[in-house]
């Protein structure tokens, strides 16, 4: 039997959580990212052992530096991250991982038992969960949109009321606030099986808007974001000049898409002394952003990605 998308409630907070068979939780936690989407119109997709065959090939390219500093950007539940770190000890390569998305800090806001919605900090909302079922937002049926809809308004409302609060998480930790009877729950929108892996530290970072993690990284990889899919080309280019001045000299960026089949095409990619990059190795077919990547102007005062006043929240798949 295929499992159902399991409500934030039940995967976070354990109620109804499938307590047999672990592939069967896997399954419904990737149900779950799937069906997750963020303001920007790009999905929390992910899946366990997706970049197996990346993490293979990057372990004998990796730079010499020890312990590596590498960052996972646009990470969804973290499980790739986690699943990337467990390899690397495993071959004894001593690193330190920071795992970064857009949205790492969440809300589950309840109305009694009956009613749910898990929100970003912003009062976006991602899921609504009624009587225990998960409705995916926006609902991709008319009907249901239609159907749905005082709902999703109750539920907007209700976000509304805990905004100051949301914006201010990181002051205020993991308790619940309650306001008329309505309850704001924080939560971390990654897997609840990194819990068992407290090495892997995860950050919310927008890497369209975020410069504070100039030169720290000996590798940056970047899995199933930099999709033409997702963002135009002047978009990509800010992202990838921002990944680029995360890199400290000689440093490596991964860049991969899985297509549908769920075939990984990434390339490789070192920064040179001059701040251009060239392509190190290839999976499959390569990067589909390997010529945006390649033809990046040299180093220069720009590469601090400069914020227009526009968020990734304006550009759509
Ligand atoms: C398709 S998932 C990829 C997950 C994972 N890297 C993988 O390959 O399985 C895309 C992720 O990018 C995140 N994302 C979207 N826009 C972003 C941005 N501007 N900065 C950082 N992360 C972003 C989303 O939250 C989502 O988790």
């Not at 970049?51 to 730079?63: I, R």
Request: hydrophobic share 40%; net charge positive; proline share 5%.
């Amino acid at each position: 039997m295929s499992a159902t998308v399991p409500t934030a409630f039940q995967l976070y907070f354990g109620a109804g959580r499938p307590q047999h068979a672990a592939a069967q939780s896997e399954e419904s936690e990737d149900l779950f990212f799937h069906s997750i989407e963020l303001r920007n119109g790009t999905r929390k997709t992910t899946r366990h052992h997706r970049l197996d065959d990346l993490n293979a090939l990057v372990q004998d390219l990796l730079p010499p530096h020890r312990p590596l500093e590498i960052m996972d950007v646009a990470v969804s539940s973290g499980i790739s991250s986690a699943e990337w770190l467990v390899s690397l000890e495993r071959a004894g390569i001593e690193c330190h991982m920071l795992a970064g998305d857009a949205v790492v800090d969440a809300f589950l806001i309840s109305l009694g038992r009956g009613l749910r919605a898990l929100a970003d900090k912003t009062g976006h909302l991602m899921q609504l969960d009624i009587a225990g079922e998960a409705v995916r937002l926006p609902p991709p049926r008319r009907r249901d949109r239609i159907r749905y809809m005082p709902f999703i308004l109750l539920m907007k409302a209700a976000a509304r009321l805990f905004g100051a609060q949301t914006r201010a998480r990181s002051q205020s930790g993991n308790r619940p606030w309650r306001r008329l009877g309505i309850t704001c729950q924080p939560l971390t929108l990654m897997s609840p099986s990194l819990r068992r892996l407290p090495q892997l530290r995860a950050v919310e970072d927008d890497i369209l808007v975020n410069t504070s993690y100039a030169q720290r990284f000996h590798v940056v990889r970047a899995a199933n974001i930099l999709n033409r899919a997702y963002f135009d080309v002047v978009t990509l280019e800010r992202m990838l000049l921002n990944l680029r001045a995360r890199l400290l000299p000689g440093g490596m960026l991964i860049v991969c898409r899985t297509n549908e089949s769920g075939v990984n095409h990434a390339t490789v990619f070192a920064l040179g002394d001059d701040g251009r990059f060239r392509a190190s190795a290839r999976l499959n077919e390569g990067s589909e952003i390997a010529d945006l990547v390649l033809q990046l102007p040299p180093t220069s005062h720009r590469d601090a990605a400069p914020h227009s006043g526009q968020t990734s929240s304006d550009y759509r798949k």
